[in-house]
């Protein structure tokens, strides 16, 4: 019950944690229109038909459907970033008839609207439904909604009728179900304890039929020496209470302390983890912190990691870097004679102070392109201001923006791919050279746009217009009649250049991802942004190169499309090797091993696979999932782009399911939730998106670059602690144990303990259970530095090598043979044996007290031998042990405490009888030897003949060590020896007679 106790207070703990995150966020305030007049409401009690006032740079409550706003036509500005991680702003529009509601108080309260729309679901970018008002029927659609998450930018209010609330809300359909998570070790141990118990139940039962054959054949001669109060005359009666008896005595080797144990060792790994400055982001006060205290040792098996892009691998900041204008480039530094040169520390940047508006923390160091708009070229103007006025950001102040002469232009900015195809002939020669630069921006990792424009006269604009009226007003197939109206204006277009940004990576990002790849974890990014966006981010953090074999692109828009690209990129694969193209025998080769290590090893090269939200859709079906994982996880990068949030979910559930690895979900967004909940660790970034993400995650922090010393040094020590204390325990259980069933031979199979009662009880509770703790709290193999610069050492855990099934059966054994030698040792030497004094010393009391002793000195030694780092607080424990054992053993064998106690402390004297005579110090020391030997002699060999890496860098980090005190030796003697002479170091008689002798040497 206790076990079950403090388990159960400590997982409350937890919850109560959440339940105070979840608060934070139902009790934020919104504003209801309530009996004619506003008044603040809860976010919980929010309700569907309510009609809520939002403000500038306030969350959105609940799916709303906007109604009225205070920009001009009803519009207003939100920014997205917690639904698709997309930081530009987008347009939403209320009806023309809602929009003259204005912020009129008594109309919106008297607003009686009836909305029929779809059901809940999780779709983003769709919504349909239908308004019924005043006899009229309005259409409705996804540009008429503020979805929950979304935040109200550069207007100052709006007004909207709340459609879905809570649970019911895209982004909570999005969020996924909170799961139960436990760890792989966690599985391991219930199903070991099921075994520990049922290998119980077979000692039981031989000790039971042991006690039977006894009492049948001596035991019923026998009780003229052990007189019996109720005689039992039956033999297989008295097997089945011995049974029982065993049952009882053999309980501690089932370890039902031991899940007390791993609690109180992964809540310290949490505090370890939560105190580490070096995960702290002083920038924003920001600490690591554990919300899920029960996965820490799973940190250290990551072999997936799912990562968000904005705002989780870059700063989601967009810095102006280069750019081309008429074929020319602007952004590189020359030198005098021509010569480009690198931008470092010493570059004069542009001096922009003739520029009263310019952004002062904007840096740029090519002079040329302020000197081009000083001396008014016509194309650098006409570059700035399609930027100026072709983009989404809405500024604050609202002036109207028209051309001096007259003239009607149209600007458009896209992906060079879409834009090229729709420039007049004319721009063959521009294209090429243009198509050159961009080659070269993307080849620096950098964002790029290609910008063009088109002179139109007032008559065609006019008729497009109309064009554009009809497609916007029809019902169906809207989308279709405005692609085609797009279409046709914007051909014919004239190039005018393209630009280059820098969507920074954070600070460390691309390091990180390289020693998490050296460490054989594998990256996957799942974003919502486009293709070309997101695989230039990749470019710019190294996860795709130009030395990659192949960069698979899969953008079908049918099954059959997916399928076939799919097919491809697997034949590339494994090139003309027939067997393996071979669905049926690549299938049989999948199923060999859990990673698919086979395959891994017969694909030779670096390949790349990234997939859009369409084709992805397709990927995911059950009839093409498994040519999907196959082809993704042998490729070294895989990025998804133009994902949704349930996507993101599907994506980590699939590797889950057909891998069977432990995975990681990162970021930083309401649109990552689902993914975070999937995965078996989430990990939110308190970024620029909220804390959304941070509210579902079990692990957060500020900063992507973190993630590397939360897996290479927390994870993989939590793991590496963990594994040694179980390993520790188990053996030490059935060491203290299984002496009962030995002597069972010897006892008549009387369910006879070997060990006083006292000390039964005190053993695991006060005589071992400190140092193991200590062990599994501090212990390190090597430090932490070391454990970064060498990442292969976190393959084992990957591996499962330091404990699993093979493991615990050597441990088993181990205190098997370590019971034998306690019984057997002192048995022998005890054996017709005298003390000192010549008196006989073979008796029960004294034999206990030798093994008793032995036991703890024994588990004491092996703890010894099983530490790696010695910190003051496991010497303090483990010789505090030792003597508190020694402190309460004379105590309770006192003569005080027996007149006291005489029925509950037997052992009156024996101890200082025992203990006092030579021989049994030398059983003691004998015994101790016999168990521990092998060990040594064991790890001896297999350090020596077949080193791990961690055994290699453990034998470097000592080396480091020895050589730091010589090195500071030597340099105090050379800092108060300045005066140079040999004959300083010379100790003894040289060569000089020698030498001036003449003599030839």
Same mark, same amino acid.
């Given at each position: 019950m206790?076990?079950?106790?403090?388990?159960?207070?400590?997982?409350?703990?937890?919850?109560?944690?959440?339940?105070?995150?979840?608060?934070q966020v139902n009790n934020r305030q919104a504003e209801v229109l309530i009996d004619g007049r506003l008044q603040n409401e809860k976010w919980m009690n929010v309700r569907p038909g309510d009609v809520i006032k939002l403000e500038n740079n306030t969350f959105v409550a609940a799916d709303v459907l906007l109604l009225s706003s205070s920009e001009p036509h009803g519009l207003c500005y939100i920014e997205t970033a917690e639904l698709d991680g997309e930081t530009n702003l987008k347009v939403r529009q209320a009806l023309p008839d809602t929009s003259e509601l204005g912020a009129d108080i008594r109309r919106l309260a008297e607003f009686d609207g009836v909305v029929v729309c779809e059901p809940p679901n999780n779709k983003l970018d769709t919504f349909t439904g239908v308004l019924f008002w005043k006899d009229n029927r309005y259409s409705l659609n996804n540009e008429k909604m503020l979805l929950r998450g979304c935040v109200l930018r550069n207007t100052e209010w709006c007004f909207g009728m709340v459609i879905f609330a809570g649970p019911d809300t895209k982004l909570m359909q999005n969020s996924g179900r909170t799961k139960f998570k436990r760890t792989s070790i966690d599985r391991l141990m219930n199903t070991l304890v099921l075994w520990i118990f049922g290998f119980l139940v077979c000692v039981g039962i031989i000790l039971a039929i042991g006690n039977s054959i006894w009492e049948h054949q001596v035991g019923t001669r026998f009780r003229i020496y052990l007189y019996w109060n109720e005689v039992v005359n039956s033999s297989v009666f008295s097997g089945f209470l011995t049974f029982w008896s065993y049952i009882i005595i053999l309980n501690s080797v089932v370890p039902i302390s031991l899940y007390v144990s791993v609690e109180v060792i992964r809540l310290g790994h949490s505090y370890f983890i939560n105190w580490d400055r070096k995960m702290y982001y002083p920038k924003k006060d920001t600490p690591a912190e554990v919300r899920t205290t029960t996965l820490n040792e799973e940190l250290g098996q990551i072999e997936y990691i799912f990562s968000d892009k904005t705002g989780t691998i870059t700063q989601n900041i967009m810095t102006f870097n280069k750019c081309s204008i008429n074929g020319k480039t602007y952004g590189d530094v020359y030198d005098d004679f021509g010569r480009k040169t690198e931008i470092n520390e010493k570059t004069v940047p542009v001096d922009f102070s003739f520029n009263p508006l310019a952004d002062r923390k904007f840096q740029f160091y090519d002079q040329s392109l302020i000197k081009s708009i000083k001396r008014g070229d016509a194309m650098v103007h006409e570059f700035f201001r399609l930027l100026s006025l072709c983009h989404t950001v809405?500024?604050?102040?609202?002036?109207?923006?028209?051309?001096?002469?007259?003239?009607?232009?149209?600007?458009?900015?896209?992906?060079?791919?879409?834009?090229?195809?729709?420039?007049?002939?004319?721009?063959?020669?521009?294209?090429?050279?243009?198509?050159?630069?961009?080659?070269?921006?993307?080849?620096?990792?950098?964002?790029?746009? !290609?910008?063009?424009?088109?002179?139109?006269?007032?008559?065609?604009?006019?008729?497009?217009?109309?064009?554009?009226?009809?497609?916007?007003? &029809?019902?169906?197939?809207?989308?279709?009649?405005?692609? !085609?109206?797009?279409?046709?204006?914007?051909?014919?277009?004239m190039l005018l250049g393209a630009t280059a940004i820098e969507d920074k990576l954070q600070e460390g990002v691309t390091e990180t991802i390289a020693s998490l790849s050296l460490a054989n974890i594998k990256i996957w990014v799942l974003t919502g942004d486009k293709q070309e966006t997101a695989m230039n981010i990749g470019y710019s953090c190294n996860m795709l190169t130009d030395t990659m074999n192949e960069i698979f692109i899969v953008a079908g828009h049918t099954v059959m499309e997916v399928r076939e690209e799919l097919r491809k990129a697997k034949e590339h694969l494994f090139g003309q090797n027939k067997d393996l193209s071979n669905g049926h025998v690549f299938c049989e080769k999948m199923q060999e091993s859990k990673q698919g290590s086979v395959l891994e090893e017969t694909v030779t090269g670096d390949y790349a696979l990234v997939?859009?939200?369409?084709?992805?859709?397709?990927?995911?079906?059950?009839?093409?999932?498994?040519?999907?994982?196959?082809?993704?996880?042998?490729?070294?990068?895989?990025?998804?782009?133009?994902?949704?949030?349930?996507?993101?979910?599907?994506?980590?559930?699939?590797?889950?399911?057909?891998?069977?690895?432990?995975?990681?979900?990162?970021?930083?967004?309401?649109?990552?939730? &689902?993914?975070?909940? &999937?995965?078996?660790?989430?990990?939110?970034?308190?970024?620029?998106?909220?804390?959304?993400?941070?509210?579902?995650?079990?692990?957060?922090?500020?900063?992507?670059?973190?993630?590397?010393?939360?897996?290479?040094?927390?994870?993989?020590?939590?793991?590496?602690?963990?594994?040694?204390?179980?390993?520790?325990?188990?053996?030490?259980?059935?060491?203290?144990?299984?002496?009962?069933?030995?002597?069972?031979?010897?006892?008549?199979?009387?369910?006879?303990?070997?060990?006083?009662?006292w000390f039964i009880t005190l053993f695991n509770i006060v005589y071992t259970s400190l140092p193991v703790l200590a062990m599994g709290l501090f212990d390190q193999d090597v430090n932490e530095q070391n454990s970064m610069d060498y990442a292969k050492l976190y393959e084992p855990g990957q591996l499962n090598l330091l404990f699993n099934k093979r493991k615990f059966f050597i441990c088993i054994a181990h205190g098997i043979y370590t019971s034998f030698t306690l019984f057997f040792i002192p048995y022998g030497a005890f054996y017709y044996t005298a003390g000192e004094d010549g008196k006989h010393i073979a008796d029960y009391q004294s034999f206990a007290i030798t093994v008793a002793t032995s036991l703890v000195i024994v588990v004491s030694v092996q703890i010894v031998l099983d530490t790696s780092y010695w910190t003051a607080i496991n010497r303090f424990f483990i010789l505090g042990s030792i003597a508190v054992y020694f402190a309460i053993l004379f105590a309770m064998h006192s003569d005080g405490i027996f007149v006291i106690f005489p029925n509950h402390f037997p052992f009156v004297g024996n101890s200082r009888n025992s203990l006092g005579q030579i021989s049994v110090w030398l059983v003691i020391l004998l015994t101790t030897v016999v168990s521990v030997m092998p060990v040594i002699t064991f790890r001896f060999l297999k350090e020596d003949l077949n080193p791990t890496q961690t055994d290699q860098v453990r034998k470097l980090q000592k080396a480091r060590r020895k050589q730091k005190p010589l090195q500071n030796y030597m340099r105090r003697v050379y800092r108060t020896n300045s005066r140079r002479s040999a004959y300083a170091f010379s100790h003894q008689e040289g060569f000089g007679k020698l030498i001036t002798s003449g003599k030839n040497m």
């Open positions: 206790m076990v079950f106790t403090i388990t159960a207070v400590k997982d409350a703990t937890d919850d109560c944690f959440r339940h105070k995150s979840d608060n809405m500024p604050e102040e609202k002036n109207a923006v028209q051309s001096p002469d007259g003239q009607i232009k149209l600007y458009c900015k896209g992906a060079d791919t879409i834009l090229f195809e729709r420039l007049h002939p004319s721009n063959e020669e521009l294209m090429s050279l243009t198509s050159d630069h961009l080659e070269e921006f993307a080849g620096e990792g950098l964002r790029t746009l !290609a910008l063009a424009y088109k002179n139109l006269t007032e008559e065609h604009f006019k008729e497009w217009s109309k064009i554009l009226q009809e497609a916007n007003t &029809s019902l169906d197939s809207r989308n279709e009649y405005l692609a !085609a109206a797009y279409e046709e204006i914007e051909k014919d277009m997939i859009n939200g369409h084709s992805l859709a397709h990927a995911l079906e059950a009839n093409l999932e498994n040519e999907f994982v196959d082809v993704a996880c042998l490729c070294k990068t895989v990025i998804c782009c133009r994902v949704t949030p349930l996507q993101k979910a599907q994506v980590v559930e699939l590797v889950k399911k057909h891998r069977k690895a432990v995975t990681l979900a990162i970021g930083d967004g309401a649109n990552d939730i &689902s993914m975070i909940k &999937s995965a078996h660790i989430g990990i939110g970034i308190s970024g620029e998106e909220g804390m959304q993400a941070v509210l579902a995650s079990d692990y957060s922090f500020a900063q992507f670059r973190y993630l590397k010393r939360l897996l290479l040094v927390h994870g993989r020590w939590s793991y590496f602690r963990m594994c040694k204390f179980l390993c520790y325990f188990f053996y030490k259980n059935f060491a203290f144990t299984l002496v009962h069933f030995w002597f069972g031979f010897f006892c008549g199979f009387s369910a006879q303990t070997v060990y006083d009662q």
